[in-house]
């Protein structure tokens, strides 16, 4: 009797929860952004993106570049919720675009990748953004993943290798003994979540309810991973645990593998310290032309 008792109180607090998010649904919670609004970001800069629809298999995807195809390419993908523009400042800043060009990934189920229409598998998250990568096969092609993100460029580079050189986990969900079965996220799953969740949240959810099988399904490829990684880490990350780093250190080869154990720093680092990111694609990208003038980094 004590056990109903305390799962109806559970269902009680997460259809309030549910409701909660519901009545929060506004444009911020889509966490994408129109080209219209895109494009006005932009308005006056010397350089302007550019937004692509593609179609692969059947599925929409979105994404946005700028910069010239002559530099190296750093290719961001966002965590969970989110959307390309997540890193619009990068791409917004005139002296990063002298050293490498952007591009900028909508995740499927997310901002105009079929926004709402979640892709739980990471093996089809990576054949879905295998055509982007291999559009920018000729530079040299970096990484960028954070939270969500950081366990879809691991598999990227386990299946495509010829078409990575390099890789910077950022706050990286990637262990799958850190995944915590999380019991509200049963009842979100529900007929009443899918009613009323904001399709960001519905995505998220769906992505992190299968995410501790679709990681321990990775575990034989990390030895595959023969480029240089950068793993960026908070150690007062929350929501993402420091133990993390930690599995990346064990799992990749010591000869490619530089872990970042940063002291004071939470979950959200592309907001509060994106300095870490650059000085990590500008390591990269020295690594790949010694000659080129970026001691400021």
């Known amino acids: 009797m004590q056990l109903r008792k305390k799962h109806a109180v559970r269902l009680i607090i997460s259809a309030i929860i549910v409701i909660g998010f519901s009545q929060l649904t506004t444009s911020c919670l889509s ?6 609004k895109a494009y006005k970001y932009f308005e006056g800069a010397p350089l302007q993106p550019k937004i692509h629809k593609m179609e692969v298999d059947g599925h929409h995807m979105n994404y946005a570049d700028i910069g010239s195809d002559t530099l190296p390419t750093v290719i961001f993908f966002h965590g969970a919720p989110g959307g390309w523009n997540a890193f619009i400042d990068f791409m917004a800043n005139p002296e990063l675009q002298q050293f490498v060009r952007w591009i900028y990934v909508d995740r499927p189920g997310y901002g105009y990748s079929e926004y709402g229409k979640p892709v739980t598998s990471l093996e089809r998250q990576a054949q879905l953004v295998k055509p982007i990568l291999e559009s920018v096969k000729e530079s040299k092609t970096i990484l ?24 910077i986990l950022v706050g990286g969900s990637i262990d799958p003994e850190m995944e915590k079965d999380e019991w509200y996220r049963y009842v979100m799953r529900t007929a009443l979540g899918r009613l009323l969740l904001p399709g960001s949240f519905w995505s998220t959810n769906e992505e992190i309810f299968f995410l501790k099988e679709e990681l321990e399904e990775m575990i034989p490829g990390w030895e595959k991973i023969q480029v240089p990684v950068t793993v960026i880490q908070g150690v007062e990350d ?17 000869r490619y ?41």
């Open 257 to 297: 593998v530089d872990v970042w154990l940063e002291e004071g720093v939470n979950h959200f680092i592309p907001w509060n310290r994106p300095d870490l990111i650059e000085k990590a694609i500008f390591k990269h990208v020295k690594a790949f032309n010694d000659s080129q003038n970026i001691s400021a980094y």
């Open 144 to 167: 960028v993943g954070h939270s969500l993100g950081g366990s879809v460029i691991a598999r990227i580079a386990m299946d495509y290798p010829d078409l990575v050189d390099g890789l």
């Open 238 to 254: 929350a929501l993402v645990p420091k133990e993390n780093a930690n599995f990346a250190e064990r799992m990749l080869d010591p």
């Open 31 to 36: 966490f994408r952004i129109s080209e219209k």
